[in-house]
Every structure is written in structure tokens, then in C-alpha cells.
């Protein structure tokens, strides 16, 4: 990201009035090689064709914030390829990831990984080591780092239905687990804010916490979310959770999170009432029906209506409800920039 950009990420997590709200998309591994029409498999594994996609896209979307912006990620396959989890890749999508177990008395014993050494996750790190003077060279700074929160990492071990079926048959353990969940994404965040000094943000992404009751909630997401974000107390906080459940919003501004990339499905007005003042709400054009497969047309007209449900002049990051979705056109993306000043 360039450094006017962050400048302005962070004026607006902060409350700052805009006379047209910023553009910001979460792009990702999904996304980005098809749009490129390069192989997912040399873009997850070539040092120069991941830094040459990168630096292709922002450039060719000057006035959008990507975020986090030169994100190494390998798909959902970073953090579980650490415990162990078998992978498989392909040239045409992100890899698949294949639980450990479905029994939660076998996983919740496991010991935290090392992201130094473990996994995919010092291949990253040496990513980073490698490329960050190049990324400066073409005029960006990862300002931000990203890892999936603990959670969604728990389910890619075990299972999303056993792991939800393990919250109300054996809680004690699902505790264990996301102990240990929590322990890797805060210590993967901490090698990676080793390698890069410039970090002054942090994006963890967990829709599985969209997937409780307040009640469960507060028990099984909250406590570990709180660890990790609070391990980082000076930096800007970014959360992503697209799933359709808003039980939880009223709970956030809690973490410290300041920016809240949120689903299509609840409508802006809403969610700056569930979640008050303080947050930065990231959204909320949709991602798949009309940012991916809608018309320019159907974007704008869909960028008037969430001007005129967010009519305020600050608090607001103009974006898809959700991550950019693959095969997302680049006549798409140019219309939602110039929709927000029409």
C-alpha cells in the first residue's frame, strides 16, 4: 500500500470526515491470479509472479486501498499446514485443506506450533524477508498483517460441524483447543511483525464467530479474540466477519477492532446501530451478485443506495460486503471508485 494510502486508511478508521467515503476491497488468492489469468499454483509458489501480481493491480486501481496489501497467503491453507493438515493444490483455485480428525479428544491435544518453522508459515515469513525491498522499490509498504483467527483455524483442524457440535458436547476441550488455536495466530502475527517493521496495522479474519449465539459467543470467540488483538495494543485493528449473523456486533468496539469488513446481507444503517460510533464500517456492495457478476450499472446504482444508508461524512470505507469474489471484473472495480463521488 502506498503511503498516502494507509494515511488515509487511518484517518478514516479514526473518525475523519470525507467528502467522498475511500474505496477499499480485501483481495486474496481467490481473486486475484484468475483475474490475471495466471495459474493459482505459481502465483502461491513463484516469488516473482506473486510480486508481479501484486504490483500489477495496484497499480492499474490507483485510487483503491487493498487490503492488507501484499498479503503472502497461501488461501485457508497457511495457519492449519502448521499442525500438520494435509494439502492439496491445483492451478485453478486455492488449495484444499483436509481436517486432521473429527474427534475433538484427539485435537484439542495438540501443541502449539512454531510459525518460524512450521508449516507454510516460515516460507511466508521468508517471502516477506525476500520481497519487501522490491515492494518498496515499486513504491508500497505492507502496512498491514493478516491471519485467520483462531476459530476458523479450529475448524479446518476438526471440522466446521464438529467443531460445532463439540461446542455443546464437550466445551471443556473445545477450550483447549482454541487455547491453542490462539497461541499460534498471536505468535504467527508476531513473526510476522518481526520481518516486517513497517506494520501498523493487524487483520484477522473469522467468519466461524458469525456462526455462534451471543451467548456462545462471549464464552467461545470473544476471550481469544480479545488475546489476540491484545497483544498489539498500539496497532489499527481489522476485523473480518461476512458471515450473516449480526448477534455480535455490539460487542466489538470491546476488541479495540476499528475497521469492520461485515456482510452484504445487513444493511449499512443497521450495523452502524449494532455496532456503534467508534467503528469504521467496510462495506457494502455485494460481492458475488453484483460486484462479481452485476453490470458497472447495477454497481453504482448499488453505491447510491448504501451513500444514502450511510449518509454520514465519516466511519465509512466504501467496499464489498466481504472479500473480493473470484472472477470479479476490472470494469467492476473502476465503477465502484468512481460511483462513490457521482
Request: with cysteine.
Amino acid at each position: 500500500m502506498r503511503a498516502e494510502q494507509w494515511d488515509v486508511l487511518k484517518r478514516c478508521a479514526a473518525g475523519e470526515d470525507f467528502a467522498v467515503p475511500p474505496v477499499a476491497l480485501i483481495i486474496d488468492s481467490p481473486w486475484l491470479p484468475g483475474y490475471l489469468g495466471i495459474s493459482t499454483l505459481d502465483y502461491l509458489t513463484v516469488p516473482e509472479v506473486w510480486l508481479h501480481a501484486n504490483v500489477t493491480v495496484a497499480r492499474e486501481f490507483p485510487d483503491v486501498i487493498f487490503v492488507p496489501g501484499f498479503w503472502v497467503e497461501m488461501g485457508m491453507a497457511a495457519e492449519p499446514s502448521a499442525f500438520g493438515c494435509r494439502l492439496t493444490f491445483h492451478h485453478d483455485r486455492v488449495p484444499d485443506v483436509h481436517a486432521l480428525t473429527a474427534e475433538i479428544q484427539d485435537v484439542c491435544r495438540l501443541a502449539p506450533p512454531n510459525p518460524r518453522r512450521d508449516g507454510l508459515l516460515p516460507v511466508i515469513l521468508n517471502y516477506y524477508q525476500l520481497l519487501r525491498p522490491r515492494i518498496a522499490d515499486a513504491g508500497h509498504v505492507v502496512r498491514i498483517m493478516a491471519a485467520r483467527g483462531p476459530l476458523v483455524l479450529a475448524t479446518h483442524l476438526l471440522g466446521v460441524t464438529e467443531f460445532l457440535l463439540a461446542l455443546k458436547t464437550a466445551p471443556d476441550q473445545v477450550h483447549q483447543l482454541l487455547r491453542t488455536t490462539t497461541t499460534l495466530v498471536r505468535t504467527w502475527l508476531e513473526a510476522q511483525a518481526e520481518v516486517l517493521p513497517d506494520v501498523g496495522g493487524v487483520l484477522l479474519l473469522d467468519d466461524i464467530v458469525g456462526f455462534l449465539s451471543l451467548a456462545d459467543y462471549r464464552e467461545f470467540a470473544h476471550p481469544y479474540l480479545a488475546d489476540v488483538f491484545g497483544a498489539f495494543p498500539e496497532l489499527l485493528k481489522l476485523f473480518h466477519n461476512d458471515t450473516n449473523n449480526p448477534v455480535a456486533f455490539g460487542c466489538y468496539a470491546e476488541l479495540g477492532i476499528r475497521v469492520l469488513n461485515f456482510t452484504h446481507q445487513q444493511p449499512l444503517d443497521r450495523v452502524r446501530d449494532l455496532v456503534g460510533g467508534e467503528i469504521c464500517l467496510m462495506g457494502n456492495v455485494p460481492p458475488l451478485e453484483v460486484l462479481a457478476r452485476g453490470t458497472p450499472d447495477e454497481v453504482q446504482a448499488h453505491v447510491a443506495a448504501c451513500r444514502r444508508a450511510h449518509p454520514a461524512a465519516h466511519g465509512w470505507l466504501l467496499s464489498a460486503g466481504g472479500g473480493t469474489s473470484p472472477g470479479t471484473p476490472g470494469a467492476n472495480i473502476r465503477a465502484l471508485a468512481a460511483a462513490r463521488s457521482v
